[in-house]
């Protein structure tokens, strides 16, 4: 009677005869690839032109890849938008709250939102994001939502600072962070999104602003 030869499945065959498990450094960079050759494409041609396989050609990877990293198509859309808002592109305030005058950390806090909301790259992303809003619904209004989310976080950590130095009284900073931006950035994103012009803020304007949170916010609940 003839033996049987059973062939190596697949995953023992990839445990004896394959590459090393690859390091979490090399994995990271391997999503970032991922993210970046998605943003590019989604941003020139539409999300819902460009396929995974795609992507994944222009990465490097397989589409398998993608699952395992980052997830399905709509995992995808997250991750570049998440990945080029709040936290990114790379937008940390650059401010010194130690020892400074609260009126120049706000005015400095300002501008810096000012130029994070018209950065052309993230405004071409939102264009490219509300362009799927009538097919995704749901995955556009979450990515809104978080990205703002987290760029408020980012405000309210200044807020504490402030806080704890005795500047402000006790708040809310999360609201306070919503109230800051509205009164200093408003709608400027947005606008220049729709490809609307939009001028960025002197001086005197951002002065103008930045009193106002003072003495219609703070103040009021000081």
Same mark, same amino acid.
């Given at each position: !009677?003839?033996?049987?030869?059973? &062939?190596?499945?697949?995953? /023992?065959?990839?445990?004896?005869?394959? =590459?090393?498990?690859?390091?979490?450094? &090399?994995?990271?960079?391997?999503?970032?690839? $991922?993210?970046?050759?998605?943003?590019? !494409?989604?941003?020139?041609?539409?999300?819902?032109?460009?396929?995974?396989?795609?992507?994944?050609?222009?990465?490097?990877?397989?589409?398998?890849?993608?699952?395992? %990293?980052?997830?399905? #198509?709509? &995992?995808?859309?997250?991750?570049?938008?998440?990945?080029?808002?709040?936290?990114?592109?790379?937008?940390?305030?650059?401010?010194?709250?130690?020892?400074?005058?609260?009126?120049?950390?706000?005015? #400095? !806090? +300002? =501008?810096? %939102?000012?130029?994070?909301?018209?950065?052309?790259?993230?405004?071409?992303?939102?264009?490219?994001?509300?362009?799927?809003?009538?097919?995704?619904? +749901? +995955?556009?209004?979450?990515? $809104?939502?978080?990205?703002?989310?987290?760029?408020?976080?980012? $405000?309210? =950590? %200044?807020?504490?600072?402030? $806080?704890?130095?005795?500047?402000?009284?006790?708040?809310?900073?999360?609201?306070?962070? =919503?109230?800051?931006?509205?009164?200093?950035?408003?709608?400027?994103?947005?606008?220049?999104?729709?490809?609307?012009?939009?001028?960025?803020?002197?001086?005197?304007?951002? /002065?103008?602003?930045?009193?106002?949170?003072?003495?219609?916010?703070?103040?009021?609940?000081?």
């Amino acid at each position: !009677m003839m033996s049987r030869i059973v &062939a190596p499945s697949a995953s /023992a065959e990839h445990r004896t005869r394959g =590459r090393p498990p690859l390091s979490s450094d &090399a994995l990271s960079l391997r999503r970032g690839r $991922i993210l970046e050759a998605a943003t590019q !494409m989604f941003v020139e041609r539409g999300f819902s032109s460009v396929t995974l396989s795609e992507v994944g050609a222009a990465a490097g990877v397989t589409k398998k890849t993608i699952y395992e %990293l980052v997830g399905d #198509k709509d &995992a995808l859309f997250r991750a570049v938008c998440n990945s080029m808002r709040a936290e990114g592109p790379s937008f940390r305030f650059e401010i010194a709250t130690e020892d400074s005058d609260p009126s120049d950390v706000l005015h #400095k !806090m +300002a =501008r810096q %939102l000012i130029e994070h909301s018209l950065d052309k790259r993230l405004t071409t992303l939102e264009r490219a994001v509300m362009a799927e809003a009538t097919q995704r619904e +749901a +995955a556009v209004s979450e990515v $809104i939502t978080e990205g703002r989310d987290n760029l408020f976080r980012v $405000i309210a =950590r %200044l807020f504490d600072a402030l $806080i704890e130095r005795g500047v402000f009284p006790p708040l809310d900073t999360i609201t306070a962070a =919503r109230m800051f931006y509205d009164a200093t950035v408003g709608t400027r994103g947005f606008r220049a999104a729709l490809g609307a012009p939009v001028e960025r803020a002197d001086d005197d304007e951002i /002065a103008m602003r930045v009193t106002m949170f003072l003495k219609g916010y703070i103040e009021q609940i000081a």
